[in-house]
């Protein structure tokens, strides 16, 4: 089974001795990405999880995008929010991403921890599993 390392200028690239995503035979894993503008490599909107939310899917969008797979292949999105508080701001920008990209209704599983995350000014980090058709 081929490993190819996936990667792209489109999101963020990685701070730490890790990829931007794998794919391993049929699957595509992206790692944890953040509110993070790939164009300036800072992160955006403190204290609007909303925001943050919506750059944070589409960070994670580029690298589904440049492994072969998009969000429709996604089977897992695990999300990760500093405060419990912002659940339904996330779940907000969060539905209207998935329904613009994923026109068929066919919903990914989905995960959310309340947990630390890595910098201060991220209020979200979200990976994602796909299985790509090709």
């Known amino acids: 089974m081929s490993t190819t390392v996936v990667s792209t200028p489109d999101a963020p690239a990685p701070a730490h ?36 939310t919506l750059r944070t899917l589409e960070n994670v969008r580029a690298i589904l995008e ?23 701001a996330m779940n907000e920008a969060y539905g209207e991403f998935v329904s613009r990209h994923v026109p068929s209704g066919e919903l990914p599983a989905r995960t959310t921890v309340i ?16 299985a790509p058709a090709s």
């Open 17 to 52: 001795t890790f990829s931007q995503g794998i794919r391993k035979g049929g699957l595509l894993q992206v790692s944890g990405q953040g509110p993070m503008d790939p164009a300036t490599a800072t992160y955006i909107a403190p204290g609007d999880v909303k925001v943050q």
């Open 66 to 88: 440049a492994g072969g797979a998009s969000v429709a292949d996604v089977l897992m999105f695990r999300v990760y929010l500093t405060e419990r508080a912002h659940f339904a």
């Open 115 to 130: 947990a630390g995350l890595p910098r201060e000014e991220m209020l979200v980090e979200i990976d994602a599993l796909a």
